[in-house]
């Protein structure tokens, strides 16, 4: 079976920090992605990576960052983290031109 | 971009009733059309999809239909059972134009009662 797996199920960070979700997939997928989940607004897309090392902006990547030095992890970045990313951010990964394999999410609580 | 409006947003059936889902798309190059049920505490998890070359799949109790002029898709649920309540989301994509990327519906919370 696919395994997604995420770093924590629970954050709660400050204003003003840093903040690094992690994402690891054992399938070797080429592609990967972050989403926010909010009520409402479905999954929107923040960035999605092809390859190592590439990147390409999704829908909403104000604020964020990412970075994908190995295959099978894909990290993303709050830079300087506000209360408008409170959020839940789901990570998938996927062979092209298939289905999108999910991990269980991070509930980030930015105070 | 493209946009997928899903609805309703929430639906309440009754065991052993069906349930439908309607979502709309904006982009005519879009060939490729997921569902997804997420369960509390899950990431989302492909129940079904279909592409744009056939007009219905079904898969045991869940069905999808496609319209493709109308730019429209829907998923219908019979004989629900408990299990079924979870949310579900539509998605579209261009397929493998696009490195699969899918834009997805806002969510539909499904409440079957038993």
């Known amino acids: 079976d696919v395994k997604v797996t995420q770093s924590s199920r629970y954050l709660v960070k400050r204003t003003g920090e840093k903040v690094f979700l992690e994402c690891v997939q054992d399938m070797d997928h080429e592609n990967m992605f972050w989403y926010r989940q909010d009520p409402g607004l479905g999954l929107r897309l923040i960035y999605f990576s092809y390859d190592v090392k590439m990147k390409e902006k999704g829908d909403i990547p104000e604020g964020y960052s990412v970075s994908r030095e190995k295959k099978e992890r894909f990290s993303l970045i709050l830079e300087s983290a506000s209360t408008n990313q409170t959020s839940m951010y789901l990570c998938a990964s996927s062979v092209t031109g298939h289905e999108q394999f999910f991990g269980p999410g991070t509930r980030l609580t930015v105070l | 971009g493209e946009n997928v409006e899903q609805h309703p947003s929430t639906l309440s059936v009754q065991e052993g009733d069906s349930a439908v889902i309607k979502c709309t798309y904006s982009d005519s190059a879009s060939n490729y059309f997921p569902w997804y049920k997420q369960e509390l505490g899950k990431g989302p998890q492909l129940i079904i999809d279909i592409r744009s070359n056939v007009g219905e799949k079904k898969d045991q109790r869940i069905a999808v239909t496609l319209n493709k002029t109308a730019k429209h898709f829907s998923l219908h649920i019979t004989e629900t059972q408990p299990e079924d309540s979870a949310v579900y989301f539509c998605?579209?994509?261009?397929?493998?134009?696009?490195?699969?990327?899918?834009?997805f519906g806002g969510g539909t919370r499904l409440m079957v009662k038993p």
């Open positions: 998605a579209a994509s261009r397929g493998y134009n696009a490195g699969n990327m899918l834009t």
